[in-house]
């Protein structure tokens, strides 16, 4: 749980509010959802929503999450397929949205879950800052999770192609 947010006080240290916070709402989701149990993707949101909401509030945003607004099987902790079938619809969009960056990546072999299921899995809170994820979470709650597919689609075209930029998503999608 330390390493959820380390450079945020509420989270820095074992003495620190939101870390047993955090505990008791990862540990209510894990109660409740047995076929899930714990996935680092959701301890991340989870202390986002830490820093907005009150604890209550937080775990019911959560359990939301997991139950309306991604699909089925999305955290599950044996296969995670519901965010895989997201991953392979992104892998079908790309083509169609952003041909040359699907044309580079299949030259350098290189599979789009390497760069974007993190930012599925955590929402963006992994790789975006606060001010943005929650912006994004905004859209996410809205919209639901048809914006995930829009924002992974808007951040991989916000630069032009080159082979450092796409080695740089990579390496942004491994250090998260």
Known sequence: LLRTLPNNLCFSSTNSTGISRLRRVLRALAWLYVDVGYCQGMGLIAANLLLCLEEETAFWMMCSIVEDLLP????????????????????????LYLPRLDQLL?????DLPLITLQWFLTLYSSVCPTAVTLRIWDLFFYDGSVV?????????????????????????????
Request: charged share 10%.
């Open 106 to 110: 299949k030259e350098h072999q290189i």
């Open 148 to 176: 995930l597919f829009r924002i992974a689609l808007a951040l991989l075209q916000l630069k032009p192609l080159t082979h450092t930029v796409l080695y740089s998503l990579i390496k942004l999608s491994l250090v998260a």
């Open 72 to 95: 089925p099987s999305y955290y599950s902790s044996l296969s995670l397929l519901g965010v895989q079938a997201d991953q392979a619809v992104l892998c079908h969009l790309l083509p």
